[in-house]
């Protein structure tokens, strides 16, 4: 009985195309990886070879890389948000490349650490649902280890965590909320001491100065529940309402079991945006421990794995939607040396990570490469909702499509120029043909996870719901 097939497998597995799958190759081989492999570069750095450490220098960067958990990237201030929420992320915003339209390829965390960790996107990878990630493919921390970097990881989010496949390349893995610790935590949800585990990350960046670290760090903040601690509690919210942002509270919103108003959405940003504050606040604490010294020599990346919407389409939080509230991410990136400078056109979160496996793979213009990356405005990045609703979001800088994933069938497109908010939906058969047309045929939903990987243990499931997990 632990084995149920997802009800969602429905449609024509294997037989759509997108982008990389017209071949006979596997599916989840990305063909870039193969290139890699192949490419004369690397003939001479075979994968598992044992190598000598060598000191980070700017072609063998150190690499931070810090996800604060479901920020939009309108509520940042380098993103022109009205409020201060976010000093730090603006401070490295002013130097480095802002990233004006970064695209998660999930709205819930699961697949969209595992298309950056991956460095290809679900319908390539055919890592959507929340199983642990086959131990076939070739993780970024694992890529890292084999070209002498120390790897390091600090995740608060129990789905980035070793049950799920995410610990494989990490010298050290510290996880913050395990299943153990889920399931022994009846409803109370423990918040962890972030602040003493950043200390710790920075501590092992700080000590292997003889080689290049890879530095990955997840925090829960600003995500639900909204219940940031005494020195932010009040950054824009009231004190008469902190219960509004109890996990309970928002779930009962976002199905609609209670009424919701214009005060109450108010009232959620507010105590959203403290969290977000937060965040921010850590991510400077983490750069501050990492130390400016260190900083000279390491590349930083900042981002969110997916946003958080507040009913402008009926639904709160992440996971169910695709529309740019829940898809819509910051994303900066830093080089130091290099100049500050914005980038207009689209890039995924998973172009970010196949990005991240060049640079600690050694390859030529990699770390140079962080700083333009992005696609032509015409073609399109993909965005998955949770596979229950089985939406998809074709998207490129003007238009974007909303799809059924389960059916084939497209929607509506939006025209995001003239309708940023995704108000007014256009629902003609041309728009449709000719954004279809612009990734050859509608994706559907990627194929099962291989039979090695097997599903999450209902009660485990059960309960990382049951603690308000359920919308990641
Ligand atoms: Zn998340």
């Known amino acids: 009985m632990t084995s149920a097939p997802p009800t969602w497998h429905t449609g024509p597995i294997g037989t759509h195309s997108t982008r990389l799958d017209e071949e006979t ?78 695209i998660a390829d999930a709205s819930f965390t699961f697949a969209s650490a595992a298309a950056l960790f991956i460095g290809a996107p679900p319908d390539e990878s055919g890592v959507l649902v929340r199983r642990p990630i086959p131990q076939d493919l070739h993780l970024l921390p694992e890529v890292a280890r084999e070209h002498g970097y120390r790897t390091y990881a600090y995740t608060e989010n129990p789905y980035v965590a070793e049950a799920f496949g995410f610990r494989q390349g990490f010298d050290e893995f510290d996880e913050a909320l395990s299943l153990v610790s889920l399931l ?22 700080r000590r292997t100065a003889d080689a290049p670290y890879l530095l990955y760090v997840h925090i829960l903040r600003p995500h639900n529940p909204y219940a940031p601690p005494a020195g932010f509690k009040r950054r824009f919210s009231s004190s008469e309402h902190d219960e509004l942002g109890s996990t309970t509270s928002l779930l009962a919103f976002d199905y609609g079991k209670k009424p919701f108003s214009d005060t109450d959405r108010q009232q959620l940003i507010d105590l959203y945006d403290d969290g977000l504050a937060f965040g921010d606040a850590l991510f400077g604490a983490c750069l501050r421990a990492v130390g400016e010294e260190e900083l000279e020599n390491t590349v930083v990346v900042l981002l969110s794995d997916h946003g958080e919407a507040f009913r402008e389409h009926g639904r709160m939080l992440h996971s169910t939607t695709v529309f740019d509230e829940m898809i819509r991410v910051p994303l900066v990136v830093h080089v130091p040396g290099l100049p500050a400078g914005q980038i207009e056109r689209p890039v995924q979160l998973s172009d970010l990570g196949r990005g991240l496996h060049r640079v600690v793979a050694g390859l030529p213009g990699a770390v140079t490469g962080l700083t333009t990356l992005g696609r032509p405005p ?83 499931q059960k309960q990382l719901e049951a603690l308000g997990y359920v919308n990641d």
């Open 25 to 102: 190759l596997p599916l989840r081989t990305p063909r870039w990886l193969l290139a890699l492999a192949l490419s004369p570069l690397l003939l001479s750095c075979t994968v598992g070879e044992e190598r000598e450490p060598t000191a980070p220098t700017l072609e063998r960067p150190n690499l931070v890389v810090f996800v604060l958990d479901a920020v939009r990237s309108d509520h940042v201030g380098a993103y022109g948000y009205e409020r201060d929420t976010t000093p730090n992320i603006d401070r490295l915003a002013r130097k480095g490349t802002l990233y004006n339209q970064a």
């Open 184 to 205: 022994v935590a009846g409803g109370e949800i423990p918040r962890p001491d972030s602040s003493a585990a950043i200390e710790r990350a920075a501590a092992f960046a």
């Open 378 to 460: 015409t073609e399109p990045t993909l965005s998955w909702s949770v596979a229950q609703v089985g939406q998809v979001a074709v998207r490129t800088a003007e238009r974007k499509l909303v799809a059924d994933a389960k059916t084939g069938v497209a929607r509506v497109v939006f025209d995001l120029v003239r309708d940023p908010g995704e108000r007014a939906p256009i629902r003609s058969a041309e728009a449709k043909a000719a954004m279809v047309s612009t990734i050859g045929a509608l994706p559907s939903l990627p194929v099962e996870p291989a039979a090695d990987a097997p599903p999450i243990a209902p009660r485990v």
